[in-house]
């Protein structure tokens, strides 16, 4: 596999990618490199779309503050994508960035807001959500932006799962057990990589689930119970902690 470049600026375009296409870059975009990074004509820019891999690309001015991108060459294929989703109750509008960015950077493949009975964050705006997807990506050598899901009722989001799906439920109530020996309980023979389960995780608001939402998603087959230990952590921090777990012990973390 290609080392990722970490030196090199990139840039997320939803466009066709092969050598010699030339893609005009928005205001935002030609100002970040022009003037923010001072990068001029001839220098490098990695970009993709998700879909194409990674591409070398080189700055071509079109005037004082505008630029195309000359796509030269594939740097990386395009590595085929996990299959986790977060589920999550939506946050305040500065830790929902926060936590967008951090699901993106943990592998999650869906991102799916659901709303709770104790529910107190802001309505998700999918243009938002996107962008701090999509920036996640850019800084941390990532090739595929996630699924962007509309908020819905947490019982449609529960009942949308495939029956395969093996879901992660984290419950401030669940008695304190060690974590990584519950999930490991559900990880498939052999424990390979080549054997990933489709997986979710799924975590509540501030307040918690109400009782009722609580046994929803235990009478769920498939569902593993959680404990984060004896600490309560905010629903931003829980968001880390548990998509390290999961990716860790069951996910595309786990050794060959």
């Given at each position: 596999m290609a080392?990722?470049?970490f030196s090199t600026p990139r840039l997320f375009l939803d466009i066709p990618m092969a050598a010699g296409t030339r893609h005009t870059l928005d205001r935002a975009q030609a100002n970040y490199l022009l003037t923010v990074l001072r990068r001029s004509e001839g220098d490098g820019v990695l970009v993709f779309n998700g879909r194409d891999g990674e591409w070398l690309a080189a700055i071509a001015p079109t005037g004082r503050k505008a630029a195309d991108l000359?796509?030269?060459?594939?740097?990386?294929?395009?590595?085929?994508?996990?299959?986790?989703?977060?589920?999550?109750?939506?946050?305040?509008?500065?830790?929902?960035?926060?936590?967008?960015?951090k699901a993106?950077?943990?592998?999650?493949?869906?991102?799916?807001?659901?709303?709770?009975?104790?529910?107190q964050g802001d309505r998700i705006k999918l243009d938002r959500l996107r962008a701090n997807a999509i920036e996640a990506a850019e800084q941390c050598g990532i090739l595929a932006i996630p699924d962007l899901h509309e908020a819905v009722p947490l019982t449609e989001a529960v009942a949308s799962l495939e029956p395969g799906r093996v879901l992660v439920f984290c419950d401030e109530d669940a008695p304190i057990a060690d974590p990584v020996e519950a999930l490991r309980r559900a990880a498939p023979a052999g424990g390979t990589r080549n054997a990933a389960l489709p997986l979710a995780v799924v975590l509540g608001p501030e307040g918690g689930f109400t009782?009722?939402?609580?046994?929803?998603?235990?009478?769920?087959p498939g569902t593993i119970r959680l404990s984060l230990g004896p600490r309560i952590l905010r629903a931003d921090t829980a968001a880390v902690a548990v998509l390290a777990l999961v990716q860790a012990v069951l996910g595309d973390g786990r050794g060959a």
């Open positions: 080392a990722t470049d000359v796509l030269r060459e594939r740097t990386r294929p395009q590595t085929p994508p996990g299959d986790l989703h977060y589920l999550f109750a939506p946050l305040k509008a500065a830790r929902l960035d926060y936590v967008a960015q993106v950077e943990m592998g999650a493949s869906a991102i799916r807001p659901v709303v709770t009975r104790r529910t009782p009722e939402e609580r046994a929803l998603i235990l009478e769920r």
